[in-house]
Nanobody
Framework: VQLQASGGGSVQAGGSLRLSCAAS????????MGWSRQAPGKEREFVAA????????YYADSVKGRFTISRDNAKNTLYLRMNSLKPEDTAVYYC????????????????WGQGTLVTVSS
């Protein structure tokens, strides 16, 4: 499984970014997907996840109402729309997948891509 994230960059607080993740190596539409992030000096944390069809989504409390996860199964691509960004959103964002159709919050993702850096200045 190959996951290639892109779309990171530098933005001022209150701004927006959209991350993308191109997936290959297995049937994209069969598996749940998600995003995690790791801020400098901190552990990696869950951000959002989406089921195989996109019908179910899950968010960390810290991003709920500001971030939107979505997927385009025809393009094998996962997205994360980030609005009202805050300096505490600064982190490397990782695209990931579980080997199941429905996201299971009780276990880790199975595959990870390389990260894309998001920097939010105040």
């Amino acid at each position: 499984v190959q996951l290639q994230a892109s779309g990171g960059g530098s933005v001022q607080a209150g701004g927006s970014l959209r991350l993308s993740c191109a997936a290959s190596g297995r049937t994209f539409s069969d598996y749940s997907m998600g995003w995690s992030r790791q801020a400098p000096g901190k552990e990696r944390e869950f951000v959002a996840a989406i089921s195989w069809s996109g019908s179910s989504t899950y968010y960390a409390d810290s991003v709920k109402g500001r971030f939107t996860i979505s997927r385009d199964n025809a393009k094998n691509t996962l997205y994360l729309r980030m609005n009202s960004l805050k300096p505490e959103d600064t982190a490397v964002y990782y695209c990931a997948t579980q080997s199941s159709r429905w996201y299971n919050g009780n276990r880790e993702f199975d595959y990870w891509g390389q990260g894309t850096l998001v920097t939010v200045s105040s």
